[in-house]
């Protein structure tokens, strides 16, 4: 089992900058690849950037050149540093742990905080 806890959320104006934090516990490992999904009202939940077990990073297009994640090597922490913050960023972001196989597949999900960009 893993445990992830998310923080960092809050209010910023649009320009400002936030940083989550992903504090995770239990069985993590560097064979886990870390995401960052989001999901705002009224929409479907999206990747927004992961860290796979070999330090490669993916990017929605939307977040390209301003939002940055990073993890330790043990992914017992896993951060979003997010910059040029657009009200269209609001939604409530999500940690998630994955490590899958041909014969098994672990899936964690951490409760979310929330995100708010004022115009």
């Keep these: 089992?893993?445990?992830l806890v998310e923080?960092?959320?809050?209010l910023v104006q649009a320009g400002g900058s936030l940083r989550l934090s992903c504090a995770a516990s239990g069985s993590i490992s560097s064979a886990y690849t870390m995401s960052w999904y989001r999901q705002a009202p009224g929409k479907?939940?999206?990747?927004?950037?992961n860290i796979g077990s070999g330090g490669n990073t993916n990017y929605a297009d939307s977040?390209?050149?301003?939002?940055?994640?990073s993890?330790?090597?043990a992914r017992i922490t896993v951060y979003l540093q997010m910059n040029?913050?657009?009200p269209e960023d609001t939604a409530v972001y999500y940690c998630n742990a994955l490590?899958?196989?041909?014969?098994?597949?672990?899936?964690?999900?951490g409760q979310g905080t929330q995100?708010?960009?004022s115009s």
């Design 84 to 86: 040029s913050l657009k």
């Design 71 to 73: 993890a330790d090597n």
């Design 99 to 109: 490590r899958r196989s041909p014969i098994f597949k672990y899936d964690y999900w």
């Design 115 to 117: 995100v708010t960009v």
């Design 44 to 49: 479907q939940r999206e990747l927004v950037a």
């Design 63 to 69: 977040v390209k050149g301003r939002f940055s994640i």
């Design 1 to 3: 089992q893993v445990q």
């Design 7 to 10: 923080s960092g959320g809050g």
